[in-house]
């Protein structure tokens, strides 16, 4: 029996929500370039490399056109080769050339050091400096290499604070590689935009123009994505021409137990029968999940339904391994010893770890981009087949009943603000400490520095332009992954391991006592909180339960940037004041999201700025929903609805929006629902929900109408993350109020 007679007998009944098979593509060829030097020439034909597919020519060619160019096609389509070619063509002609490639991760840039030195191309020096290149092998890589592969952390303290060091390899830099573009988005993507200008304009002062070549998973808006990185334009390379086997799509939604409160049975039950339905017909296959509890619940449910043979070839595969038992339990399973594993979603992404039959996803793991990179694994040679298990979550919901919003619209874009000022201020200080800053830097910082520089503290103006008057590097105290310098450490006290940070403005909801706090799928629950000292003291932690944050907050609009008549009512977008005062906690069942115990907290208010969109309903639009608490709960509904779906247009998780809707607002004296950015200074979230308002409103108004529950369920209204833990919500009222808004 075939692979697909396989599987067929296992998706059916209610559970299968859409099934679909994607269909095969043959590769579109083309001729290795004539242009190409011999050297690399012969090294690609000692890889079995005799033509390039043509999107990998068209980026050769835009790459030598002197252009920067952004590939943005399939998972596994040569992506890599795309942006090595230009490179290596260029390092192989001349040797004094200079290459930096950039990733998000120490083994994302082991693994192209390893497919580098597998080339064995002669002119190629390939070096990784990272935070574990020890001091003395330093010297020798700046030296030595002409293609160095970092990270942004290392490249914003480690190399641009030092550029003297780097004078020559700067000089020489012809090519700057950013691999998985996508990931540099929001807070982390916002900063890696000033980095990466910081480096055009050390690149420049040494009398170089850096190219930029990025790669990205597949997003609505890759040109827009490399220009705010780079601050330049980019050619987008985005028609994927590589050869792709048929592949099955399988949406399963787990069955409905209660429709009145919109209960479903455990996704992770679901997840396991099927699990052991495919291992149980011999088919290697990989499941994702959001925690490392729920890959080891997974793991365990589905051993018990095979028999023991089968029950022996399963594992469970989870970050805190060592890269050799990762590649062992990688190499077991392309091998077919081990037949499923269950994994965090933790993984490093964009690793190869070669070729299985089946792929499922328990949970939408946030974005496209990274659920087709879980599906990537899934069938690359054959025929694979792809499952998401739908969660409760109102998003996973939404593509059950829509599934083309998932599998055929592109939608989801990655946004980021790189002239946010509590980003960029701490970039303007690094800059001034790298060269003093005069107005000929805005062609490569962007204006938008030059007019902050003044408000940077430890900023000297002199004859030679800003300079630095302060005593270390400031590089050193701006965090890439944080708006604010006051931020908390979470701190493991078993290991004394620093796991994150938490910005100020969400450390209270999200790290007070008491709080389970997720890491890299492990759960934690914390201690204690220091607001001295700005640690979160916590612990391994194994119990079942959850937490969620009881909050007031209060917003006031500090500046109407942008007011437009849409929907038949004022949207307005511009900078509000957030004030949010953690007054409570809940302890909350895993199994069942009951309440356990609602503990009071005393923790003082805090404030941040950031930006948002809003709306004051017309009159006519709130039409016998004015009564209370109607209105109040009618408006709150909505609002949490838009969050949910809100991360669909814009790349980021629905933890990084926040929300306010009040029957009177005193600034608009009206009824008004406030969706802000999370973020102090905002990265552009609240910004694409004011452009697409239309289409979001519309989605908002589907998930509404097709939840099958009666009055709001956590599929839908209710919010994980409401301050008024999901109290005043009305599900109909909210559908009346977006619907009279389309039908204007
Ligand atoms: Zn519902
Ligand atoms: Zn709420």
């Given amino acids: 029996m075939t692979a697909t007679g396989l599987w067929d007998e296992l998706l059916v009944g209610e559970e299968l929500a859409h099934l679909t098979t994607e269909p095969a593509h043959d590769a579109r060829t083309a001729p290795l370039p004539d242009s190409l030097q011999p050297t690399l020439r012969q090294a690609l034909a000692g890889r079995g490399i005799g033509e390039l597919y043509v999107h990998q020519a068209e980026a050769y060619a835009a790459a030598r056109g002197g252009g920067n160019v952004i590939v943005t096609t399939g998972t596994a389509s040569g992506k890599t080769l795309a942006f090595n070619l230009p490179v290596l063509d260029a390092l192989a002609a001349d040797r004094h050339a200079r290459a930096l490639y950039l990733y998000p991760t120490k083994a994302l840039a082991q693994d192209q050091a390893r497919s580098l030195g597998e080339l064995g191309l002669a002119a190629v020096r390939a070096a990784i400096y990272d935070g574990d290149t020890p001091t003395e092998r330093r010297r020798q890589i700046r030296g030595w290499a002409n293609l160095v592969l970092t990270n942004p952390d290392m490249l914003h303290i480690g190399v641009l604070p030092r550029h003297d060091l780097w004078g020559d390899f700067l000089h020489n830099l012809q090519f700057v590689v950013v691999d998985e573009a996508h990931v540099y988005r929001g807070v982390f993507g916002s900063h890696v935009a000033n980095v990466l200008r910081r480096l055009r304009r050390l690149a420049r002062i040494y009398g170089a123009e850096p190219q930029f070549l990025l790669a990205s998973a597949t997003i609505a808006n890759a040109g827009e994505l490399a220009r705010a990185l780079t601050g330049e334009d980019a050619t987008v390379v985005e028609d994927d021409a590589a050869p792709r086997a048929e592949r099955t799509v399988a949406l399963w939604n787990p069955p409905l137990l209660d429709a009145e409160l919109g209960q479903r049975a455990s996704a992770l039950g679901e997840a396991s029968l099927l699990l052991a339905g495919l291992v149980g017909r011999g088919l290697r296959t990989i499941c994702f999940?959001?925690?490392?509890?729920?890959?080891?619940?997974?793991?365990?449910?589905?051993?018990?339904?095979?028999?023991?043979?089968?029950?022996?070839?399963?594992?469970?595969?989870?970050?805190?391994?060592?890269?050799q038992q990762r590649r062992g339990i990688e190499r077991r399973l392309v091998e077919g010893e081990l037949l499923g594993v269950t994994s965090t979603d933790a993984l490093e992404l964009g690793i190869d770890i070669g070729d299985l039959d089946c792929a499922i996803s328990v949970g939408f793991p946030g974005t496209v981009a990274s659920l087709r990179q879980q599906w990537g694994r899934a069938g690359?040679?054959?025929?694979?087949?792809?499952?998401?298990?739908?969660?409760?979550?109102?998003?996973?919901?939404?593509?059950?009943?829509?599934?083309?919003?998932?599998?055929?619209?592109?939608?989801?874009?990655?946004?980021?603000?790189?002239?946010?000022?509590?980003?960029?201020?701490?970039?303007?200080?690094?800059?001034?400490?790298?060269?003093?800053?005069?107005?000929?830097?805005?062609?490569?910082?962007?204006?938008?520095?030059?007019?902050?520089?003044?408000?940077?503290?430890?900023l000297r103006e002199t004859k030679r332009g800003w300079v630095w008057a302060g005593k270390e590097a400031p590089a050193a105290r701006v965090p890439l992954r944080s708006t604010s310098a006051d931020t908390f450490l979470v701190v493991d006290a078993s290991t004394g391991d620093v796991l994150g940070l938490a910005e100020q403005e969400r450390a209270y909801s999200t790290v007070h006592e008491g709080a389970v706090y997720l890491h890299l799928g492990r759960q934690y629950v914390v201690r204690e909180l220091d607001l001295v000292t700005r640690r979160a003291v916590v612990e391994p932690f194994d119990g079942d339960w959850y937490t969620q944050a009881k909050k007031e907050t209060e917003t006031s609009i500090e500046e109407r940037l942008r007011v437009e008549r849409r929907l038949g009512l004022e949207l307005s977008f511009g900078r509000v004041s957030v004030t949010e005062q953690v007054v409570a906690y809940q302890k909350k069942a895993v199994a069942d999201g009951s309440t356990l115990a609602t503990i009071p907290l005393e923790l003082p208010p805090s404030t941040f700025d950031t930006e948002?969109?809003?709306?004051?309903?017309?009159?006519?639009?709130?039409?016998?929903?004015?009564?209370?608490?109607?209105?109040?709960?009618?408006?709150?509904?909505?609002?949490?609805?838009?969050?949910?779906?809100?991360?669909?247009?814009?790349?980021?998780?629905?933890?990084?929006?926040?929300?306010?809707?009040?029957?009177?607002?005193?600034?608009?004296?009206?009824?008004?629902?406030?969706?802000?950015?999370?973020?102090?200074?905002?990265?552009?979230?609240?910004?694409?929900?004011?452009?697409q308002f239309e289409g979001w409103v519309?989605?908002?108004?589907?998930?509404?109408?097709?939840?099958?529950?009666?009055?709001?369920?956590?599929?839908?209204?209710?919010?994980?993350?409401?301050?008024?833990?999901?109290?005043?919500?009305?599900?109909?009222?909210?559908?009346?109020?977006?619907?009279?808004?389309?039908?204007?």
Wanted: glycine content about 8%; overall charge negative.
């Fill in 289 to 323: 999940t959001k925690s490392r509890k729920s890959a080891e619940l997974i793991h365990r449910f589905a051993s018990d339904r095979v028999d023991a043979t089968t029950a022996a070839r399963l594992a469970p595969y989870r970050a805190g391994y060592t890269p």
């Fill in 380 to 458: 690359r040679r054959g025929h694979g087949l792809a499952i998401l298990v739908a969660s409760e979550d109102a998003l996973d919901q939404y593509f059950m009943r829509e599934p083309r919003a998932l599998l055929q619209r592109r939608v989801e874009a990655a946004i980021l603000d790189h002239a946010n000022p509590r980003v960029l201020d701490g970039h303007v200080a690094a800059a001034a400490f790298e060269a003093p800053l005069d107005g000929g830097d805005a062609a490569t910082l962007g204006p938008e520095a030059l007019e902050r520089a003044p408000h940077v503290p430890e």
């Fill in 612 to 691: 948002a969109v809003w709306f004051v309903p017309r009159p006519h639009q709130l039409e016998g929903l004015e009564g209370m608490p109607l209105l109040l709960s009618s408006l709150h509904a909505a609002e949490h609805a838009l969050i949910a779906l809100l991360p669909l247009w814009a790349m980021c998780d629905r933890w990084d929006i926040g929300g306010l809707s009040t029957n009177l607002h005193l600034d608009t004296g009206a009824p008004t629902v406030f969706v802000y950015d999370g973020h102090a200074g905002g990265v552009g979230i609240a910004a694409r929900g004011f452009d």
């Fill in 698 to 744: 519309a989605d908002t108004a589907e998930l509404l109408a097709g939840c099958p529950c009666e009055r709001g369920c956590p599929s839908c209204v209710q919010s994980p993350k409401c301050g008024n833990l999901n109290e005043f919500l009305d599900k109909a009222g909210a559908l009346t109020l977006l619907r009279r808004m389309l039908a204007t």
